[in-house]
């Protein structure tokens, strides 16, 4: 099992930048594909972007292709997300996840609320 740590979410309006990142401990994320999820008041939650183990894989949302960026860093056990031309329907709580064994995302951390005005 690994502990999942979400920081860096925030107000900001739109158009503008934020940086996620997500801190794991208990288990090398080296050997876990990751990905960061999203969900708005009232909506399903929903992928937003996936990152193999080595980094050498991306997988965006429709929604955030060309605005969005996944990447990890191993050595530190983080993975981030950039998110730039930040849109109103951005908004929501951002998650990480980590995927276990089976390759199903088991690994959840806490979230972090980004918030998109216009």
């Known amino acids: 099992q690994v502990q999942l740590v979400e920081s860096g979410g925030g107000s900001v309006q739109a158009g503008g930048s934020l940086r996620l990142s997500c801190a794991a401990s208990?288990?090398?994320?080296?050997?876990?594909?990751m990905g960061w999820f999203r969900q708005a008041l009232g909506k399903e939650r929903e992928s937003v972007a996936a990152?193999?183990?080595?980094?050498?894989?991306?997988l965006y949302a429709d929604s955030v292709k060309g605005r969005f960026t996944i990447s990890r860093d191993n050595a530190k056990n983080t993975v981030y997300l950039q998110m730039n031309s930040l849109k109103p329907e951005d908004t929501g709580v951002y998650y990480c996840?980590?995927?276990?064994?089976?390759?199903?995302?088991?690994?959840w951390g806490q979230g972090t609320q980004v918030t998109v005005s216009s």
């Open positions: 208990g288990r090398a994320l080296r050997s876990t594909s």
């Open positions: 990152i193999t183990r080595s980094g050498g894989f991306t």
């Open positions: 996840a980590a995927k276990g064994p089976t390759g199903v995302y088991d690994d």
